[in-house]
């Protein structure tokens, strides 16, 4: 486990390889429900390769990133190479995700994806999306061998890292070059020699499909030479379901160091869309399951629930939860065909059939808290007769859980032409 130290200010938190940026330490708006962004650094680099890009997010998330074994803040500790792996890093870095309290997004660049996304498959369950930043595939580069020996010979080359660097993020400016420098000398050549072989041999037998369930976004720049579009849309994006793909125009393989602002563009957009995520799928599998408790565990204890099927709202988990799982049992087929957000609301469109194939469209809006609750539901449903028949139904569904004040007064009538 890694013990964090906590300055006075309890703006940073620090380990010996592990620092910790805490949301709302810059100028900017702070994401609401958003995780913790855990940065793993790629062949040569350290933590500090995330200084930009840290900067940008401009304190809207917490951020936590940390020194692979031999570079930074370990550059002088011993490694022992023969036991390095991918396997053991993905372990540290999992580690780390277990003393962050709440939920985790992974960020991982080049190798680091590699190392993220075995991360993430060993704990699924704390980790709310991945970021895979100029990867490598889990598989491996796997280049010959006559084109890895200069990778394999960088440690300790600072004209060798230099060329390497300029080749494939053209737009590094000579001070970025420089701080890249500074840490990739850091690295002790027997050190970098066994990375360049993690990176190019991968995973013996990496899956077809991830282990990771979760969503992710693929980011790479379109001058990047060594992640090429080829590579990400062959041998990554497949590999995982539903992925979002980003390229940053003239970004190169070091992109967060080139372009960090374009690239917190697109995190931050990624962040969004998580929280979103989370919502819709929760209500949409409330609808699937007909239940009450999957609802329930979506919604803030002071939810209201207000819909054209309403006389007056209802508040309350508990009743908003029942009322929701009580309509869901009325619809003879609901298809979601179209969503839309921001950081705190969802906008989900719908269609379905009641009462003997009684067409029924609308929109559902779900507001929610700082902490990714649902406070607020609203569901306007169309045409008017099937919502006044939709309410008479409710209610007779209702009987002893809801007042039937809440829903309009008559008796169910068949909707014209039904």
Not at 144 to 168: C, I, K, M, T, Y
Not at 194 to 208: F, H, I, S
Request: glycine share 10%; aromatic share 6%; net charge negative.
């Amino acid at each position: 486990m890694v013990a964090f130290r906590v300055n006075e200010d309890r703006t940073e938190m620090t380990s010996d390889f592990v620092h910790i940026d805490r949301a709302a330490t810059g100028g900017g708006e702070v994401l609401p429900c958003a995780p913790t962004l855990l940065l793993v650094h790629g062949f040569l680099d350290d933590a500090t390769v995330w200084d930009g890009f840290v900067k940008a997010l401009d304190g809207s998330v917490a951020t936590a990133r940390l020194d692979l074994p031999g570079s930074g803040a370990r550059a002088s500790a011993p490694v022992d190479t023969e036991k390095l792996s991918l396997a053991l890093l993905a372990d540290e870095v999992a580690s780390v995700i277990d003393d962050i309290e709440g939920p985790v997004a992974l960020v991982g660049q080049s190798m680091g994806a590699q190392v993220a996304e075995l991360a993430v498959a060993a704990r699924p369950e704390r980790v709310a999306g991945l970021v895979l930043l100029t990867p490598v595939p889990l598989g491996g580069t796997r280049l010959p061998e006559d084109a890895v020996a200069p990778f394999r010979a960088l440690g300790g080359n600072a004209e060798g890292q230099r060329a390497v660097r300029n080749q494939l993020s053209p737009t590094l400016d000579e001070e970025a070059l420089d701080t890249l420098g500074r840490s990739g000398l850091l690295v002790p050549p027997l050190v970098a020699a066994r990375y360049a072989d993690l990176w190019n041999n991968g995973v013996d037998a990496a899956p077809e499909q991830s282990a990771y369930p979760g969503p992710v976004l693929i980011v790479r720049g379109d001058s990047d030479g060594f992640v090429t579009e080829e590579l990400i849309t062959g041998a990554i994006a497949p590999r995982f379901p539903g992925t979002r793909l980003a390229t940053v125009s003239g970004g190169g393989h070091w992109l967060h160091v080139e372009y960090p602002h374009a690239l917190a563009r697109e995190v931050l957009g990624f962040l969004q869309n998580l929280n979103a995520d989370a919502a819709a799928s929760g209500w949409r599998s409330g609808f699937s399951e007909h239940s009450a408790s999957t609802f329930a565990e979506g919604f803030a204890e002071d939810i209201v629930l207000e819909a054209s099927v309403l006389a007056r709202p209802i508040a309350g988990r508990a009743l908003v939860a029942s009322t929701v799982a009580a309509a869901s049992t009325i619809y003879e087929s609901l298809e979601f065909t179209a969503e839309a957000s921001d950081a705190t609301t969802t906008y989900l469109q719908w269609k379905a059939t009641a009462f003997g194939g009684v067409e029924i469209s609308g929109i559902t809006i779900l507001e929610k808290n700082a902490d990714g609750d649902v406070v607020r539901a609203a569901i306007h449903h169309r045409p008017l007769g099937a919502a006044l028949r939709f309410s008479a139904t409710l209610r007779d569904r209702l009987v002893g859980i809801v007042p039937s004040d809440h829903f309009y007064a008559g008796d169910p009538q068949p909707v014209p032409g039904a």
